[in-house]
Antibody
Framework: QVRLQESGPGRVKPSETLSLTCSVS????????WSWIRQPPGKGLEWIGY???????NYNPSLKSRATISVDTSKNQFSLKLSSVTAADTAVYYC?????????WGQGTLVTVSS | DIVMTQSPDSLAVSLGERATINCKSS????????????LAWYQQKPGKPPKVLIY???TRQSGVPDRFSGSGSGTDFILTISSLQAEDVAVYYC?????????FGQGTKLEIK
């Protein structure tokens, strides 16, 4: 069974960089797509982007080039960095498998942007 | 970007009755070369991550009860729950993966009447 687990700070200050890691177990990260999706409290889902294990990526232009998704095959992990955060970036961040529909999903981690 | 619009925003259905959720895309998500609709449906229960129910518009994910079905093509899609169970109370989202950025509908909250 494939399991994903997000980790990272629960609070980030405005203008700083949000950094999250997703640890994958039960499957090699190689030869698959992996994605990040976020959900502001009480709101809907927003696709952030995906990466292939080779490092090929695709991002949501709404993030204005602030997002970077990378893969560490040696640790079976992939990561998200989001720079210059504001309060609007406060959300539950999910890592997911897949480059089309998302499956499976991590449990999600709430990141609050606040000074 | 492809805009996904769901209707209704909320829905209350009696146990054992049929629930129907609509999803409309601002442009076709049917890829003509393979005749596949790039459309998925998710279920999200409170405090939990979403779970995929349907992909390719009508293919049920393994383990999903057969009371859930997806239909439609092009720009208009439907998620049907044939006989509502108490555990189906959730928010349901459609998502297009035809063209990045992949986009979701705003969600439909399903409750028991």
């Amino acid at each position: 069974q494939v399991r994903l687990q997000e980790s990272g700070p629960g609070r980030v200050k405005p203008s700083e960089t949000l950094s999250l890691t997703c640890s994958v177990s039960g499957r090699s990260i190689n030869n698959y797509y992996w994605s990040w999706i976020r959900q502001p409290p009480g709101k809907g889902l927003e696709w952030i982007g995906y990466t292939y294990s080779s490092g090929n990526t695709n991002y949501n232009p709404s993030l204005k080039s602030r997002a970077t998704i990378s893969v560490d095959t040696s640790k079976n992990q992939f990561s998200l960095k989001l720079s210059s955060v504001t309060a609007a970036d406060t959300a539950v961040y999910y890592c997911t498998g897949g480059g089309r529909w998302s499956d499976p999903w991590g449990q999600g981690t709430l990141v609050t942007v606040s000074s | 970007d492809i805009v996904m619009t769901q209707s209704p925003d909320s829905l209350a259905v009696s146990l054992g009755e049929r629930a129907t959720i609509n999803c409309k895309s601002s442009q076709s998500v049917l890829y003509s070369s393979n005749n596949n609709n790039y459309l998925a449906w998710y279920q999200q229960k409170p405090g939990k991550p979403p779970k995929v129910l349907i992909y390719w518009a009508s293919t049920r994910q393994s383990g999903v009860p057969d009371r859930f079905s997806g239909s439609g093509s092009g720009t208009d899609f439907i998620l049907t729950i044939s006989s509502l169970q108490a555990e189906d109370v959730a928010v349901y989202y459609c998502q297009q993966y035809y063209s990045p950025p992949y986009t979701f509908g705003q969600g439909t909250k399903l409750e028991i009447k």
